[in-house]
Every structure is written in C-alpha cells, then in structure tokens.
C-alpha cells in the first residue's frame, strides 16, 4: 500500500533552510582547524618551523608529522590495505597532500596560521603520467614500503585468457580501440570537513562528519587511534551529497580527532573547495585498451581488455578486498559472448589518492563506458548501425539467471524489450532521417547509445568484505505500543530519501502509512552495523534488510494477533495490510491493536517474548543487476567544436520501484553527471604535477544551460534476489550515460573518419579531433 | 567595524572584521546556517542570498558591505507559518536530493517569479545558470519554479 510517488519526509528542513549539515554544527568552546598543504608532487621535507604561527595569539595548537609519529598517528590504514599518510612526516607525494594541522580560534584566524608555518622542501622528480609509472629508473614514490623499490602495486586478472585469445585468433573481424577514462571528481557541493569532541572525563570520543559509512568510519577510528570503539560514536548528520567522495577517512578527520585530543576542546575542520578537488577520493584514471572479436554479421565471440590504473600516491580504493579492480571485469556488458579477459595492473603515481568514488558502482563505469565505445568502433567497422548491433547481440530474456564469462549472475530482464522502448521514444529512424539530411548539408549530428548491466549491492559476505568487514547491514524494528514504528538502519542518506523510501517499505509491509514510520540513521549510537550507502548499496542490502526485518515483525504480529482471536495461528491471513481468520474480514486486527495487544496483560503466545520489535542483519544471496537503454543526440558546431545536449532519452529497468518521483530524480542527477564527464569535467596536471582542475574555474560541472531537459522510460524486471524485487538506482545514470554522449559526439564527427575520441569532448578537443590533431595521441597502452 | 544589517525584516547591529564575508556573517554570527558555502571562487552559488530584493552571491559580498541593507535568506522565505509558493514547488516536484543548492535556488526562483511571473523554461534555466546542483540534473527544480509560477497564477 505504501510503494509510489510520495513526497519526501527529509523536505520539510530543507527547504526551510533547517537541514544539519555539519558545517552547521556548533560546540561550546569549539575551535577551528586548517591543513597546509604540498604545493609540491613530490619533494622531501627537510625542516618544518611552526614557532610563528604557535605564537599566534589566536592560536591553540600545531600539529605536525613529527607530533603524530610521537602518538603512533603519523599513517593511518586506507581500504585497500596499504597505508597513507595523516600528516607527512618524510616526503609529500603529491599537490596537496596534508602537512600541518592548525587549531586557532576562529577559522580566519587559523588560516592566516598557516602562512606562518615555514615548511622546507627538497623537490624531486613526480610520476605523474601513469605509463611511466614503471619504467626503470623512474622516481619511487613510495619508499615507506619496506623494499619497495617500484611503483607497482598490483596485477589483477578475470576471465579465461586461453579460450578468449583462442576466439580472437579465429575470428573474422576484431577491433581494438584505446581509451582513457580520465581522472574526474565527484564534487558534492558541501566539502568533506569534521568536528570532533573527545570528553577527557567519560573517555567518548565524538565525530560529526558527512560520512556517507558512519559504522565503517566507527570501527577504523578505533583501529587507528587504539580508542575503544564503544567509546566512539559517529553521527553523519545531513550530507550535502557525497557521490562515493565522502566514503573514506581523510587524514583531516584524524587531525580534527588529535586536535580535540590535544586541545581538550571540540575542533571543527572544514576543508576549502580546492581542498576538497586536490586531496579527496577522485575517481577512474583508467588507461584501457579494448578488443571485440566478432563474426562478419557483428554476432561478439570475445572480449580482450588491458587496464593501466593510476591509484595516486597511496592506494586508497574503496571496494570489496577480493576485487581490486572492483567489479570493472562485469565489462563484458549486456551482450552474449563466449569469452572474456580483461588485465589489470594498478600503479602509484605523485597525486591524490581514490580511484573508487562518484557513483562508479566499483568501476564498472569504466567498464560500460569500455564496452560501449567498442561497440561503436565495432558497428563502424562492420557498417552497421549500432542500434541493430546491439540488438543481435544481447542477452535474451530466456537466458537469465545468466552467468557471465567473468563469473557474474545476472538476476532478470528483457533487454532487447528496454532497448527497443527508447529507440521508439527516441524516435530512432526519424532522428537517422534527419541525421543524413543534415550530413548532406555539411551539419554535424550525432546519435549514441549505451546500453548497461550494473552489479549493485554488495556484497554476499562470503566474496566480499571492506578490511574483513563482511558488506551485511543490520535493521532494527521498534513498534510502539500505538502501532507507530521506528526502523533504525546503517546506511546514510546523501540526499536518496532514505527517510521516506525506508519508510515506505515498512509501511508496505506492515500496512501502516509510511508516515507512521520514522527512520534514524546517520548516528553509530543509534543503529546497527552495516557497510554504508555506496555502490548503490542501500536499497539492495538496507532495503532489504527494512523488509525482511518488517516481516519478522509481521510474523510475530501473526502469532500475537492469534492469541488475541483465539484462533491457530495456521488459520490466519495477511488481508490488506491485517491480520484476519481466513475468509471472516471482520476478524481482522490491525497492527495498531495487535502492537497494543502486545504490550498489554493478554497472555503472549509461544514465541512472543513481549512487545514486536524485531532486528535482522541482511547478508545479500547476490548482487542486484539494474541495466538500462540510453539515447542522446547532439549537435557539434564545426567551427568551435562546440557540442550541444540537444536530446537524452533514459530507459532504466531497477526492478520494483518503492518511490518512482525518488527514482526519477536519481536518474536526472545522473544524466546530468554523463554529460559533464564526457564533455567538460577532468582533472588534468602538468608534468610537474600541478593540479590543473583545483577549483570551479577549472573544474567545470555542468549547469542547467548544458543539461536537457531528460525523456525518462521505465521497464520493471523485478530481481528473484531481493525480498521486493528492487534493485537499487542510485549510480545507474552516472555509470551508463558518458558512453551514449560520447558515442554521440564520435558519431557525429563520422564523416571526418573518426571512430574514437577521448572525454572531455570540450570544443578544444572536439576542434582539435577535427582537425586531425587529437589531444591525446599518446594514449595507447599496448 | 560596526554594522548593521537588516536580516529577514529584523536588524542586528555587530562588530565584525572587514574581511568577514557575507555567508560567514549570516553563518556564524547570526545563526543562519540555511545559507550555504560551497567553493572559493564564486561559482557554485550556495550562498546566494538577496541583498535589497536581487540574488547575490553572499561568499562574494563582505558583511561591512551589506551594512544598512537589507538581505533575505531562505529563513525568511516562510511567512506566518505560510510556506512560499517556491517551497511548496521544490516538494511537489522533488526539486531538491540533499537540500545544499536548494537555499539558494530558492532565492533566485523568488526574485525571478517576482520580476517575470511566467517565465518559460528556458528563462527559468538561465535564471539558475550561474547555481549548480550535483543531485537533480536541474529538470526537476526548472519543474519547480514552473510550478510555483502556475500556482501563484492560480491564486
Ligand atoms: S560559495 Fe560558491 S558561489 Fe558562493
Ligand atoms: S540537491 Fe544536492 S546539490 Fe542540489
């Protein structure tokens, strides 16, 4: 009763301006913190002088590298299990990187604190284009590693690379294409900071901060800082988006900690935007190389894939343990094909640390976008057009459950059904009409599709644990004696409306309005562990747990509602959200007087120790597949090469939808993402390896004048794998829709000869591509 | 520097350092954290307020300088328990995810629907062009204004 479009809970504070965000956050006796920072990529420190800003009168403390080795806090453990740096004590690895800690007064004042501090610096030479990265002789990055004497840091490999090179050999045609997926950001508009208050009396320490997993950030506290973590508590109040970028600790959290430590006072740090742009979790950075190996009527027998992946200068992906490309080997897309290889090898580099962040679902961004450019490469070759390619090759709906050459279980769909609904909205055939009339007068039209397969919802905790954390969640259910609940979960909202879709599930489930259900979450006091929101995790893995915890609920209810009737429980049915003998409706006891009746002096049944409240951890069977069919069309101005959105159509298939308006927004936002990653977002360096993209300036993300206004589509293929058959949304836009714009500006420049062009597709690129020139002509990796 | 500055109808005289910004005033010294900060370089528009009726970039104004002004913040946007026609807008048409632009599209959508009642798309796009938002690709808050645009029409 309680699943569609509802207006969201959370609005009622925004909009009137009463959202907590923790810059909004205040403490008596709170201070303020700032970093300074590299402004090399690498360079050794040689003396650091903090007497001048200590001396500061508004000045409380300064902390250095050197105070941190002294507490054994100079390193702290990354998700990939290496190390980083907190505050760098031997060398900076790269632009940016954190050196001192201030805590003054005030936040001005703490800032002019900075200029104080007299840092020396021996520069040395930077890695900072990843396919130098091991060449001999090049400068090692990381020579805290004990016998680290390269920049290697893994070689990782998927599928069957006899059988794949054994198709490639035979086939009629192959392609093969170089790609860069650049360097981007995910740049929520409220900065990563942290306010942190350690209470020397009881002991607790207390961190505010946007974390988008607070029970994650609980636990590494406690591993690094040795503080018991019962005496830890983590409250992620409102987040002013996170995108995967406010997933990790970065070393200003732990200053804040240390700082509130020192100075007995609650210390607030809050970074600056080219803060946020330097040092935070970028993502992707993925040099591949791609080949299909097809037969002459474009039916794919293989796929063949190098990756060259830049990590920065410490390793400090976010993804399951098991996966250190993350789930980038699901590339073999949404077609059927007999074999697959892909080869991994990540590197260090002098910048900043991430790779997993902005809504990539574990890299498998880059791999729609690697697959969906071959297809492209590949329908040119072949000379067919790549809405029919695509037709003849993906799955069909007999063939799920599906298990694909590189291990993955798809649940459902009908793939070609969702393809062929946005071609019709699209009106694909006229659009191809125009597209010839308009090459014919010398204008340049494109049309691209993507077509995706995402894995969300990790993970089953057999195959998939963050630092031998198994990525389960818990669920707590409390009915009050009035029949109005409280759900307590461990994901956090980033804007996702957890506290009106998680609301609307136990609502469905236990035939209450959503409004009788209140959802806390954001506070490691509050609510039971579990992993965090990231990769589309929280309605696949939280969600379900919301329900399944719901219907214990609605079992116990059951058993309570039969004692109530004096009837067996075996005669009772779920009728329109009651509990009710079967076939006699006039029995029938809602939850409100069953939650009553459970309270109350009736004598409780086997079973029922008292009151309804229920908890549940979730430990998903499988991971979730949402997939989707996307078309944009674009017009490029041969003079500037300036490309214009001029139409973007989004079928998504995410199963079950619990609140549709919630997912729509999902999908927009997303949209919006493809279209900045693939014509203007990049963070590009100079050989030095200054940050060429730190602020806004240089960081362009779109605006309203770049996006369309976006056609949506839905088909529902309800996953088998999770209790209502949703299957999460939140990264599916971001992670299918670079490949259908660019596609579309390459299919655009086709009658120049061009089959591929690197992202950002800005009017220098687009120009230069035209030309004869393209920016990158160095890409290749093979 | 002493000043006052008129917030929401209601004046609040201080001192403050000539430097202080604007969105820093209203922050930490008035309690107004409904107005927000996002970047250093006055491109994300977080902070847009209105200062004597106009939307202005408040990370980009200094609190001496709005000194015997008048500015409006989304605090003040609700009058008499009455929601304004924009708020009612932004939840109808989910034109906000995680709230942060949401203050200062607000702003802007008030002081267009007050100078231009119907505005087209294309108006309401250029009117928050120089405001970003990361959650909503923009369609649904141009959705939004639209509507508070046909609902103020209506009444
Ligand atoms: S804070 Fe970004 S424009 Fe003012
Ligand atoms: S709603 Fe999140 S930035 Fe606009």
Redesign the interface.
Known sequence: MSFGRM??K????????????V??V?LPGMLHGAILRSPYAHARIVSIDTSAAEAHPKVKAVVTGATLAGLNLAWMPTLSNDVQAVLATDKVRFQGQEVAFVVAE???AARDALELIEVEYEPLDAVIDARTALDAGAPVIRDDLEGKADNHIFDWQAGDRARTDELFERAEVTVAQDMLYPRVH??????CGALADFDKVTGKLTVWCPTQAPHAHRTLYAMVAGLPEHKIRVISP??????GNKVGIYPGYVCAIVGSIVTGRPVKWME???ENLMSTSFARDYHMHGEIAADRDGRIKAIRVKVLADHGAFNGTAQPTKFPAGFFHVFTGSYDLEAAHCEVTGVYTNKAPGGVAYACSFRITEAVYLVERLMDVLAAELGVDPAELRMRNLLKPDQFPYTSPTGWEYDSGDYPKTLRLALDMAGYDELRAEQAAKRARGELMGIGISFFTEAVGAGPRKHMDILGLGMADGAELRVHPTGKAVLRVSCQS????HETTFAQIVGNELGIPADDVEVVHGDTDQTPFGLGTYGSRSTPVSGAATAVVARKVRDRAKLVAAAMLEASPDDLEWQDGKWSVVGDPSTAKSLAEIALAAHSNLELPEGVEGHLDAVTVYNPPNLTYPFGAYICVVDVDPGTGQVKVRRFVAVDDCGVRINP??V???V?????DGVGMALMQVMAFDEDGNHLGA???DYL?P???E?P??ELGETVSPSPFHPIGAKGVGESATVGSPAAVVNAVVDALAPYGIRHADMPLTPANVWRTIDGRPFRTDLAIS | MRITVTVNGQPYERDV?P??LLT?FL??EL???????????S??G?CTVQLDGVPVKSCTVLAVMADGHEVT???G??KDGE?DAV?KG???C?G????????GM?LTARWLLDNKPDPD?GE???A???????????????RSIRWAAEAEAKS
């Open positions: 207006h969201r959370e609005d009622a504070r925004f909009i009137r301006g009463r959202g907590t965000y810059d909004d205040k005030d936040r001005y995910p740049a929520p508009l409220e900065t409102d987040i002013g988006g996170g995108f600056d935007r080219s980033q804007g996702q409306g308006m919630i729509e927004g999902q927009h936002g997303g949209l919006a602020s806004f300036m993300l605006t309203s004048m996006c206004s976006w | 350092e430097r202080l820093h922050r930490d309690d107004l954290t409904g107005t927000h900060w996002g970047c250093d370089t491109n994300c977080v913040t989304v605090e946007l609700e929601l708020q932004f939840v109808e989910h906000l995810q995680c709230g942060f632009c949401t203050p607000l798309e309401i796009r250029e928050i062009s120089g405001q970003l938002c990361r959650c909503t690709g923009y369609e649904n808050i141009v």
